[in-house]
């Protein structure tokens, strides 16, 4: 909503209403912070590194 006092009107007005066989139970949000995750650095390869030799897979039967 644009402001907290429209919010307030809406909420009151379609709290405990009927929608088809249900009761409406309105009313707001609850606020949650947000989950700070580390953040993952890859392995930055020099220019004289080799890059790595992979092996050949085993078939599976």
Known sequence: MVNEVGAAAVIE???QTGLGEKVLDVRPA???Q???RPVKYERVKSADEAPKKLRPRRPRF
Do not use: E, I, R
């Open 13 to 15: 007005a379609l709290n």
């Open 30 to 32: 609850d606020m949650k």
């Open 34 to 36: 947000a989950v700070v």
